[in-house]
């Protein structure tokens, strides 16, 4: 674009004109330093920094995205939650289902072993955390032996019904109920020899007839406070463990 100027002074002398020409290079062509953008190149003017961006901080370009966030993802904590509680109440499973009749000891002592395997493989393997594979490997290993005969009384004491029997003269496991059946009682049911022939004592029975009755010396239906906690901190320590792996859950390194 060219535009012309007139000097008004040159004017007012006779004989005498001045003409002055002011060129404004356009848009988009080089200017006479050589400096500008073809028209047509496809390259832009450089991005500017946003406003209120601090000095010397670059103008992020347009097809670049911000770097990923540190926080856990929802997923993550929702598939490490569901791990930590589904593989310790499967444990407490296989012990409980331990002390049913009928070849159940076997089934549960399976249940248990796929149960070991499984943590160690999701955490350890999958989760490349060894060292909190192996210690939850342990307490889910631990937990059916404590956790299921707990279980098993505190069912029995619970919601069984209590009938009063008899040790039978000359035995110490031996007993008779009020209504003649008789039956032998192993440690299982909590009789390890400490009754004496002849004495009194309450068989709480499955209400469902299934499970073996669970005998003690007298009627009473606390379950004792030791085998509770020491149930509740394998459950705990499995948790955290299986919890604590999946949060911080490490990829493999390519081979």
């Given at each position: 674009m060219s535009t012309q100027q007139i000097n008004p002074s040159a004017q007012s002398r006779p004989g005498t004109s001045s003409v002055t020409v002011t060129i404004t290079p356009e848009k988009g062509r080089p200017d006479a330093a050589g400096q500008g953008t073809a028209a047509g190149s496809g390259t832009g003017p450089a991005p500017e920094p946003a406003a209120g961006a601090p000095a010397?901080?670059?103008?992020?370009?347009?097809?670049?995205?911000?770097?990923?966030?540190?926080?856990?993802?929802?997923?993550?904590?929702?598939?490490?939650?569901?791990?930590?509680?589904?593989?310790?109440?499967?444990?407490?499973?296989?012990?409980?289902?331990?002390?049913?009749?009928?070849?159940?000891?076997?089934?549960?002592?399976?249940?248990?072993?796929?149960v070991v395997a499984t943590t160690a493989v999701?955490?350890?393997?999958?989760?490349?955390?060894?060292?909190?594979?192996?210690?939850?490997?342990?307490?889910?290993?631990?937990?059916?032996?404590?956790?299921?005969?707990?279980?098993?009384?505190?069912?029995?004491?619970?919601?069984?019904?209590?009938?009063?029997?008899h040790i039978t003269p000359g035995t110490h496991c031996h007993v008779q109920d009020a209504t003649g059946a008789a039956e032998e009682l192993t440690e299982r049911q909590n009789c390890v020899g400490q009754f004496e022939p002849g004495q009194s004592v309450v068989l709480f029975r499955d209400p469902f007839g299934v499970l073996h009755p669970w005998v003690e010396p007298t009627g009473s239906r606390t379950v004792p406070s030791g085998s509770l906690a020491t149930s509740g901190v394998l459950f705990a320590l499995s948790t955290l463990l299986i919890l604590s792996a999946g949060l911080r859950r490490r990829t493999p390194p390519a081979s």
């Open positions: 010397g901080t670059a103008a992020e370009a347009p097809g670049e995205r911000p770097a990923p966030s540190s926080a856990t993802p929802p997923r993550r904590i929702v598939n490490s939650l569901m791990w930590a509680v589904v593989l310790p109440l499967a444990a407490v499973a296989a012990g409980f289902l331990s002390q049913y009749p009928f070849g159940m000891l076997y089934l549960g002592i399976v249940v248990t072993l796929v999701i955490a350890g393997a999958r989760w490349n955390r060894v060292i909190a594979a192996t210690l939850a490997s342990l307490c889910v290993f631990a937990l059916p032996f404590f956790a299921g005969p707990t279980a098993y009384q505190l069912y029995a004491e619970r919601l069984g019904h209590a009938v009063t029997a």
